[in-house]
Structures are given as C-alpha cells and as structure tokens.
C-alpha cells in the first residue's frame, strides 16, 4: 500500500512567525489529502539572504518557541515534519533540517555539510557547516534520508545513507535560479534515485528573486512521480516500499558494488 507524501513548494518571509502560519496552512490541506509526511524547504524559518547580521539575529535554538510551535502543527495534523531551521550557532548559525514525528517529538536534525561557495555566492559568510552526515530514521514513509540543497552535487552522501539503509532521500533545498541551473537539479535528483534505487525528493524553496521552486520526485527505477511548477504549491507523490524491493532484486547493485576498491 502506498504511503502518501507531500512537498509544500513555499515562499518564506523574514519572520518566523510569518512562516509558521504558511506551515499550518500547508499541513492542514496535506492531512485532508491523506499524507503521512510533509516536507518544507530549506531556508523555510527564516528567509536567506537577508541584510548583513539579521539572519544570525533571528536564529533561534532547536528547543526555541518555532520547533515548539512546529511540534504543535506536527500533533494536531498528525503529520510528520521536515523542515528548515536558521539554527543559532557560536559566530555564525547553522542551517539545519528538523524531523519530527507526529507526536511532535524530534526524531533527528541535520546540519547541512557542503556550504553553497558558488556561482558568486558565499553560505559559509553567515553559516557553519556541519560535521555529521544524517543517520536515516525510521517513518512512516520508510526509512528517510536526509541532505540539504548542495548536498545533492556531492553523491557519497546518498550513498552512505542507503548503505545505512535509507529507503527515502529527502532533500530540503533553495536550488538558485540560473543558466542550466533546473537541467542540473533535475539530473542529479534522478540519477541519487537510479544509482542507490530509493525514493528521492526534492522540496525546493520559490521566490520571484531567488528561488526557482519546480520540485520533484522520483521512484526506485528513476521514473518522475511529481513536479511542481515556479509557484507556491502543495505537491504529493506515494511511495511504495514494495517497488524498493522489487528494483533492487531486479539490479543488485549493493550486492555488485566492490566496496573493497573504494572503502565505503
């Protein structure tokens, strides 16, 4: 039986409290629709960038008053949450992923790894990177995991988190608009799908400025299962545990790979 997922494709503004609403909205329509899961973006708190030294002002701490109020919306909907939170840090702050669970408790956090020092941006300028990759939970999706934007360009993240048995990649992104900058998005999605024969999703942050939205979804064999346009908009795809099974029966690729030649 398939498991329901829904990716709410938002615009956030600065203010927490602000986006917070949007997330009741999105959760609301996504508990009539019969979810088990809804995914917001990255940068989803607080929007980034902001003017030099508000974004570190409006960081607030994983037990701050938005993960709270976030448990909240995550118990009355009885959804799972996946979220982006401007995470306070030491000098600088932490641009960190939150799962919780329909009970609202924290099932896990990740600091996203690999900084966006490209294409005349600089995220280390106003975050820390983190120094764990995420190690997946159990939901009702199946077992998730978890990368941030960037993240997707570097592939040994995937990898290592479907060797830790990962059956979901989720990745909470602000994919930045650009020159061949959706060909990229969309190829790289689909091929951490193909190549590690998992669900793999794709919430991307949209703003008329920023942000080209038009997230995606993709099953174990790499076939498209949704996408969104450049708007705000909630998305939903199933998820099939079954399909993981059947795929990987069909190519054993985890079973074929010569992890004794590259050690991971």
Known sequence: MAVKIALAQTTSGKKWEVNLRKA?????????QKAEMIVFPEYFMTYYPMEEGDYQKQGQSLEGEFVREMGRAAR?????????????????????????????????????????????????????AGDEIFCPVDSP???????TCYDLRFPELARMEALQGAQVMLY???????????????????????ENEMYVFGCCHYSEKHYMGRSLGFDPSGREILRGGEKEELLTGGIELEEIKKVRHANPVFSNRRGDLYHI
């Open 141 to 147: 999706a199946g077992k998730i995991g978890i990368g």
């Open 24 to 32: 009741w909205e999105y959760a609301e329509e996504a508990s009539r």
């Open 76 to 128: 009355e909907t009885g959804l799972w949450m996946v979220f982006g939170v401007n995470e306070t840090g030491k000098d600088r702050n932490y641009n960190t992923i939150v799962i919780l669970d329909a009970e609202g408790q924290l099932r896990g956090d990740y600091r996203k790894t690999h900084l966006f020092d490209a294409y005349r941006w600089k995220e280390s300028d106003d975050t820390m």
């Open 172 to 194: 909470p992104s602000a994919w930045v608009k650009g020159e061949n900058k959706f060909m990229q998005w969309e190829t790289l999605l689909r091929a951490r799908a193909i």
